[in-house]
């Protein structure tokens, strides 16, 4: 199966709104999917993006806007008659039947005869094919997520919607998943939309993701412009973990200069989204170099710094999780890849972090420097830092 044999076209969402009485779970999104993309719909619970996945479906019906499938109003039509199928998490495989027949299952249905060719050349896709007479319950997670894939793909849709397909299995198999749900995509060329709550999972496998917050996308790009220069606050707490200051902004031409407690960061002008005066200055973590105050002559002048003490330490293997509480009782997160054995600072040690200013960003200085981490984390950071100060 392949985009040549079979034309995908684009998915356009149009002004979508969907109201639970006063509360706006989607508002007013205008969104256009790519053909043949893997697109992520990334987002906390609630910010609306199954509800959206749950209007592409036919199984919500907007309170306004309009879906369309190339030039096909596909708002109204009912579920079964759209070219869009759906993998939701819990697979939904017919448990008497073997691998086979639940692939062909949509087929028959259809009343077609001839379905050992298309069966096993789509069992073969996902490498099934020489368990095609075994039953689900012989299958692990893994396998029977495919086959939940190979099933949606047999009748060929346009848009194939992903609903937390992964979120059943464990994290060794999750990762190797989605090494394969990418391939299959890329293999037949369907247009995949993919709904997640999980990061790495949206980075991992989308060539787009749309980051959303309060039924409304907060910012749309390829993964990496996202990761590495979000435009909000929410986005920079959201996806992955960032160092953000709040700060005031002294100058600002191709190089913006900003004060922040007897410190100064410099940024990029065209890295800084502030409006005004106020910006909260971001750092990702694995940027910092972390450095014994013994080495602070090391510090290139051209760097931004800060100086502070190590509360805690958490070697992981690949890298090593440094936090550090600077003077004004801020605590910096730092990754630091384990490149020398035995080589790492130690609790109470004090240290300078410092970042080159290209990858440094700015954001408005007027949100919440606080959007888009959860409560409960919000809770650990203030109970640690309670902790840390006595």
């Not at 008497?96 to 299952?105: M, T």
């Not at 894939?149 to 464990?170: Q, Y």
């Not at 002294?250 to 800084?272: I, M, Y």
Request: proline content about 4%; some cysteine; aromatic content about 6%.
């Amino acid at each position: 199966m392949s985009t040549a044999e079979h034309r995908v076209d684009d998915l356009h969402l149009r002004h979508l709104t969907k109201r639970f009485g006063e509360t706006a779970a989607v508002d007013d999104l205008t969104l256009t999917i790519a053909a043949g993309s893997f697109f992520a719909l990334l987002g906390a619970s609630g910010c609306g993006k199954t509800t959206t996945l749950r209007m592409i479906a036919g199984l919500e019906d907007p309170t306004s806007g309009s879906i369309h499938i190339g030039d096909l109003d596909v708002t109204n039509v009912p579920p079964h008659k759209r070219p869009v199928n759906t993998v939701f998490q819990s697979y939904a495989l017919f448990p008497h039947l073997d691998i086979f027949e639940n692939v062909a299952f949509g087929m028959r249905r259809r009343g077609l005869k001839d379905v050992n060719g298309p069966v096993m050349s789509m069992l073969e896709l996902v490498e099934l094919a020489p368990l095609a007479r075994r039953k689900p319950a012989q299958l692990s997670g893994g396998q029977q997520q495919r086959v939940a894939v190979a099933r949606a793909l047999i009748n060929r849709p346009d848009v194939l919607l992903l609903d937390e397909p992964l979120g059943a299995l464990d994290l060794k198999l999750r990762r190797q998943m989605q090494i394969e749900l990418k391939r299959i995509q890329t293999e037949v060329g369907t247009t995949f939309v993919h709904v997640t709550h999980d990061q790495e999972e949206a980075m991992t496998m989308a060539d787009t993701v749309a980051v959303m917050n309060s039924g409304r996308i907060e910012q749309l790009g390829h993964p990496a412009d996202i990761y590495e220069l979000p435009r909000t606050a929410f986005v920079a707490n959201f996806l992955g973990q960032a160092n953000l200051v709040e700060a005031e902004i002294v100058s600002a031409s191709a190089e913006v200069v900003a004060q922040a407690h007897g410190n100064t960061f410099t940024l990029p002008g065209d890295r800084n989204f502030a409006k005004h005066k106020q910006v909260i200055v971001g750092v990702r973590p694995e940027k910092l170099t972390v450095l014994d105050h013994f080495n602070a002559h090391l510090v290139p002048d051209s760097n931004n710094r800060v100086t502070g003490r190590v509360t805690d330490v958490s070697y992981a293997g690949v890298s090593t999780q440094y936090v550090v509480r600077t003077p004004w009782e801020q605590d910096f997160i730092a990754f630091e890849q384990n490149m020398v054995v035995g080589d790492r600072c130690e609790v109470g040690d004090e240290v300078v972090l410092h970042w080159s200013p290209s990858h440094t960003f700015g954001l408005d200085g007027t949100q919440d420097v606080n959007a888009g981490i959860s409560a409960e984390a919000l809770e650990e950071t203030r109970a640690a830092s309670s902790l840390g100060g006595e």
